[in-house]
């Protein structure tokens, strides 16, 4: 079955850490993966997107990895502060015209950084 | 570039009513998604609009329907209101032109509809 994870709902690191967050996913070939962030009762904020010929995106603090060997992305914050608090949203964009306009979303993993 | 408006923000029905929720794209963006998103389910995908045409469905009863009009602007439309269609309803638009694939998508706030 189709399937798409992350890795923990979620992740407590300290202020200045970097934070890992990781998207897998089962049986799909998507074109390529976005990462959202989701504060408590908002719509999702784009943050990155990398295609499935690209091995790294940064943006930023911000880093975004993809494997489609793996079917991994892996999403990192470096010198995380209380600020970056909120939820983070792995989504796919699979190719087909049945496919248009629509992203699947990974459940969320949720970051608290502590000062 | 002013961003995606929803409104309104939140709305409280009783079951068996109907409810009509709008979305007001970016400019320029021609393509119009809707979500539903839930605790238990997270985000899901309802359907998708480009000039003015449903191009693409979720696994969603009939009870949801939407539209889009020829300014880009879209409605969702929920009839026969259920428990279960408490959520947070969000749209997003995208330039779309694509036609093969999803363009970046960008967020609206959300209507945050309760059903009692």
């Known amino acids: 079955s189709q399937k798409i994870e992350q890795n923990s709902e979620a992740l407590n690191i300290q202020e200045g850490k970097t934070a890992t967050l990781t998207c897998n996913y089962t049986n799909y070939s998507p074109a390529y993966l976005q990462w959202y962030r989701q504060d408590p009762g908002r719509g999702p904020v784009f943050l990155l997107l990398i295609r499935e010929n690209e091995k790294e995106k940064r943006k930023e603090r911000l880093k975004v990895t993809f494997d489609t060997t793996l079917k991994q992305s892996l999403f990192h914050i470096t010198a995380s502060q209380p600020a970056d608090s909120a939820t983070y949203l792995c989504?796919?964009?699979?190719?087909?015209?049945?496919?248009?306009?629509?992203?699947?979303f990974g459940q969320g993993t949720t970051l608290q950084v502590k000062p | 570039k002013a961003g995606v408006t929803q409104t309104p923000r939140y709305l409280i029905k009783t079951r068996g009513q109907q409810v009509t929720l709008s979305c007001s794209p970016i400019?320029?963006?021609?393509?119009v998604s809707w979500y539903q998103q839930t605790p238990g389910q997270g985000l899901q995908f309802l359907f998708e609009y480009f000039s003015e045409t449903q191009r693409n469905k979720g696994n969603f009863p009939g009870r949801f329907s939407g539209r889009q009009f020829s300014n880009s602007r879209s409605e969702m439309n929920v009839s026969t209101l259920e428990l279960g269609d408490s959520a947070l309803y969000l749209c997003?638009?995208?330039?779309?032109?694509?036609?093969?694939?999803?363009?970046?998508?960008?967020f609206g706030p959300g209507t945050r509809l309760t059903v009692l």
């Open positions: 400019s320029g963006h021609r393509s």
């Open positions: 997003a638009s995208s330039q779309g032109a694509g036609g093969t694939h999803t363009d970046t998508q960008y």
């Open positions: 989504a796919l964009a699979l190719y087909g015209s049945s496919n248009t306009g629509k992203l699947i």
